[in-house]
């Protein structure tokens, strides 16, 4: 059994070391081959120096690089593509994932769970601001996408070698991982945890990248915005017509005067409307070509099952 754990980081120096041996305590528990995959995303700090020589003294120890900052979502996509474990998990450095919680995590996973996420039941040590953007950013981000992502679980989680497997097959840029986790269907479950402080340094999530990474997850995982236009043209043209329909009806049927403008007015929006139509349809195509080049698999595999006929019975094969 392997268990390989995957931790993108950036400036986390003082993290690294209590993190390892806290990981270590948690593999002997668990009496499993573990494996550590750091992925430096280009810090400025001696980080990089911490990870050779834990990995010096460590071979379960593996480093990843990064020749500049090419942020979270990128290094942890070279972590997962490096992971050769039965399980992997993917955590922060900065221990607000406290890695103990894996041990529960590993339990649901010999249950038969494929993805098991941890769930913040309390997050301490955090702004009410930070709280309430959060929250934000998981309700705005369900109710857009397409597929089912889970509330208020960040990236700390852990993933059968399948799921991960179905990850590796989409090579989309701009990607958002939860999401891809979410989108491969396993079945999943969660643990709850309390989320610590952070133990040293500080966050590198400031508004400004939660927003992109909220772009990234809406515009990821659904066209949705696309057919915004559509859905206004359509209202704006049927609008329009109302208006000139009752405008026709009031001219006939009484002797009021009506003002050359009201037609006028009408007129445009209906040539509004019927524009903003136009270009919701042009969104149509361009929804399909986005997902046609996104180049993700159009189905995962859990299993193939089979009749053995050597032993009369059904087997289960795992589809690698
Ligand atoms: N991180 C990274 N690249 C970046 C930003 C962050 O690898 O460009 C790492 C960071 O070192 C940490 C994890 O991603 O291990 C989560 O970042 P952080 O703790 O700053 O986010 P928060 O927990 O505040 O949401
Ligand atoms: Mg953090």
């Not at 403008?261 to 042009?282: C, D, S």
């Not at 969104?283 to 996104?294: L, N």
Request: glycine content about 6%; some cysteine; overall charge neutral.
């Amino acid at each position: 059994m392997r268990l390989s754990v995957v931790v993108p980081l950036l400036n986390e120096e003082s993290n690294l070391r209590p993190l390892h041996s806290r990981l270590s305590a948690v593999f002997d528990r668990l009496k499993v081959e573990g494996q550590i995959i750091f992925v430096d995303d280009g810090s400025t700090d001696s980080s990089a120096k911490v990870i050779a020589e834990l990995a010096h003294a460590d071979p379960r120890v593996k480093g990843i690089v990064f020749s500049r900052n090419f942020g979270h979502e990128a290094a942890s996509t070279a972590g997962l593509d490096a992971a050769d474990g039965d399980a992997i998990v993917l955590m922060d450095a900065d221990l607000q994932d406290p890695p103990e919680v894996i041990e529960q995590m590993f339990a649901r996973w010999r249950e038969g769970y494929e993805i098991i996420y941890a769930r913040r039941s309390k997050r301490k040590g955090e702004s009410a601001y930070k709280r309430c953007t959060s929250w934000l950013f998981y309700r705005i981000l369900s109710a857009l996408s397409e597929v089912q992502i889970p509330l208020d679980v960040g990236d700390f989680r852990l993933i059968d070698r399948r799921v991960l497997d179905a990850v590796k097959r989409c090579r989309e840029h701009d990607r958002f991982m939860r999401g891809l986790i979410a989108w491969t269907g396993f079945r999943s479950t969660a643990v709850e945890y309390e989320r610590p402080e952070r133990v040293s340094g500080e966050t590198k999530y400031n508004t400004l990248k939660l927003l992109w990474l909220s772009l990234d997850a809406a515009v990821g995982f659904s066209i949705l915005p696309l057919r915004l236009a559509s859905a206004l043209g359509f209202l704006v043209t049927l609008g329009s017509l109302v208006m000139v329909m009752i405008l026709v009806a009031q001219k006939l049927m009484s002797q009021l005067e009506i003002p050359g403008y009201a037609l006028q007015t009408a007129g445009l929006f209906f040539l509004g409307g019927v524009q903003m139509l136009l270009l919701g349809i042009l969104g149509e195509y361009i929804g399909r070509i986005y997902r046609q080049i996104q180049a993700r698999p159009l189905y995962v595999v859990r299993e193939i099952i089979s009749a053995d006929q050597s032993k009369h019975a059904a087997t289960v094969e795992r589809v690698l």
